[in-house]
Structures are given as structure tokens and as C-alpha cells.
């Protein structure tokens, strides 16, 4: 089987994106803010007290994932006869946007539903529509971690098929941290609270650095007919 650019792309921009966004990703996710007490009064206060931070983490992940999701629908350009790489592309649009949802719910909605509740409402008037935003915010952030985790799994399988040793170094830890994280999940052993969403960010942009890499190095990437 041999490989030949479909079109001639300059991937150097994306691979940048790719990298720093990765890099930042990771970094604004060690100061999110998370919610703290021991009883459900307590805990809704906290999450009161920290909407102001958690709007511009969430506002900065949000911006992430959208440059993230761009990066990799230009890149799919140069890939466009393939139909592996068109199916990642849509998989990981549809994930990004579920991701977006989560982090609307959970930096925005939520924080000025219990701005504007709390101060004359009881918990216990709160507390049901806290926990319909919270379980909304579950809902979306899984199926975009799923969706994205299933783009990730796909793109690797089409970068271990390239000939430099980088792109099968991200494609072999792609399938790892796509296949782990989703059996994780799976199996109940993930949890999308905040340590469990700093994981998984950290784990994806570890893979957004090494193709970010190879496609700075390698300048057009080749795809297979």
C-alpha cells in the first residue's frame, strides 16, 4: 500500500495550536476550582463562592476545546479521501460540542442559578434543580469524553501507519489512552469530577504534543488509498 498527500496543506500552524492548547489545557485544569464541604449546604455555598473562578476556568477550556477541534478539522484536509480520518473528524466535532455543553452548565448556568437562588431560597428548594444542571453537566461532558476518546482511537490507527517513528509513537499512545480511558469509564472506574477530568485532559494532551509534533516535522502528512 503506498501513500501520497491528498492535499498539499501546511500543517506547521496546526501543530503549534495543537501543542500549546494541549499545554495550556493541561495547566488552567491544576487550578480548577472544586466545590468543598461536608454537608449539602455547604457544598452549594462553596460552589456559590467559587462561580466567579470557575467561569473563567470553564470560559478558558471552552476556547480550548474549540481551537483543539479547529486544528484537527484543518489538519483532516489533508486527509480528505480517507474515510477513517473523516469519520474522527465528525466524531470528534460532536464531542467537542458535548464538551462545550458541560462546560456551559458547569462554569456558567450553575453558578448564576445559585447566585440568584440561594440568598432567599432553602437548600431544599435548591438543591433539585442543582442536581438536574449537575447530572445534565455528567451526561455531556461522558458522551464528549466517549465521542472524542473514539476520534483519538481512530486517528492513531491511521498514524500508525505512517513511516516516521513520531507519528507511530502518538498513534501507539493514542490507542493506550483511548482504550484505557474508555474502559475506565465504562467500568465505573472514572468518575468526571475534577480529578477525574484533569486526568483525562492531561492524558489527551500528551497526544495533542506528539501530533502537534509530527505535524510540524513532518509538513504535509501522507494518507493511505
Request: net charge positive; proline share 3%; charged share 10%.
Amino acid at each position: 500500500m503506498t501513500t501520497s498527500p491528498v492535499v498539499q496543506t501546511d500543517m506547521k500552524w496546526p501543530g503549534i495550536v495543537l501543542i500549546v492548547t494541549g499545554m495550556l489545557a493541561a495547566l488552567v485544569m491544576m487550578v480548577h476550582p472544586a466545590a468543598e464541604g461536608g454537608t449539602t449546604e455547604a457544598r452549594l455555598q462553596s460552589l456559590a463562592r467559587i462561580s466567579s473562578t470557575s467561569q473563567h476556568v470553564h470560559m478558558a477550556m471552552i476556547a480550548f476545546i474549540i481551537a483543539l477541534w479547529l486544528s484537527l478539522a484543518y489538519t483532516a484536509r489533508a486527509w480528505w479521501d480517507s474515510g477513517p480520518v473523516w469519520l474522527a473528524s465528525r466524531l470528534y466535532a460532536m464531542g467537542a460540542i458535548a464538551m462545550v455543553g458541560a462546560a456551559l452548565i458547569s462554569g456558567f448556568v450553575l453558578g448564576a442559578y445559585l447566585d440568584r437562588t440561594l440568598p432567599g431560597a432553602s437548600v431544599q428548594e435548591v438543591v433539585p434543580s442543582a442536581l438536574l444542571l449537575f447530572s445534565a453537566n455528567q451526561v455531556l461532558a461522558g458522551f464528549g469524553m466517549i465521542l472524542m476518546s473514539l476520534s483519538i482511537l481512530i486517528w492513531s490507527g491511521v498514524l500508525m501507519r505512517q513511516g516516521a517513528w513520531l507519528a507511530r509513537a502518538c498513534g501507539g499512545y493514542g490507542l493506550i489512552l483511548a482504550i484505557v480511558t474508555l474502559a475506565l469509564y465504562a467500568l465505573g472506574k472514572l468518575a468526571l469530577d475534577v480529578d477525574g477530568m484533569m486526568a483525562v485532559v492531561f492524558g489527551q494532551s500528551v497526544w495533542y504534543g506528539l501530533f502537534g509534533a509530527w505535524l510540524i516535522r513532518a509538513g504535509t502528512p501522507t494518507a493511505s488509498r
